[in-house]
């Protein structure tokens, strides 16, 4: 298991890419992949790499926060441990609910957890 550590640095960037993403201009509404932007990307030492936007619903107004986690570790790719996903989902503000019933490792090694904004 890769241990995850949120130092204040570790915050403080997460603090950066939730308030970039959340911002109205910056939410996404088209195809481009917020994993292929800096300003939607973190990487928490150890290997963690954390991708997080705010995604339009298929109602209008209606939005989606999106935090896909995946962790480099030796061999390969990996998901996180629940635990260190409970952590990080906590940091971008996402509510107990989401942390209990949302999380759903894909194909990639990547755990999604999604919530309505």
Request: hydrophobic letters at 45%; glycine letters at 8%; charged letters at 20%.
């Amino acid at each position: 298991m890769t241990p995850l550590i949120i130092s204040p640095e570790v915050a403080a960037e997460a603090a950066r890419v939730r308030g970039y993403a959340e911002l109205l201009e910056n939410r996404r509404t088209g195809e481009v992949s917020p994993g292929d932007t800096a300003f939607h990307t973190m990487v928490i030492p150890m290997g963690f790499r954390v991708v997080y936007s705010v995604d339009a619903g298929r109602k209008p107004g209606v939005w989606f926060r999106h935090l896909s986690v995946s962790v480099e570790a030796t061999g390969g790719r990996t998901v996180p441990s629940s635990l260190a996903m409970q952590e990080i989902i906590a940091l971008f503000g996402f509510t107990p609910a989401a942390r209990c019933g949302t999380l759903e490792p894909d194909p990639m090694w990547v755990i999604h957890a999604i919530e309505e904004l």
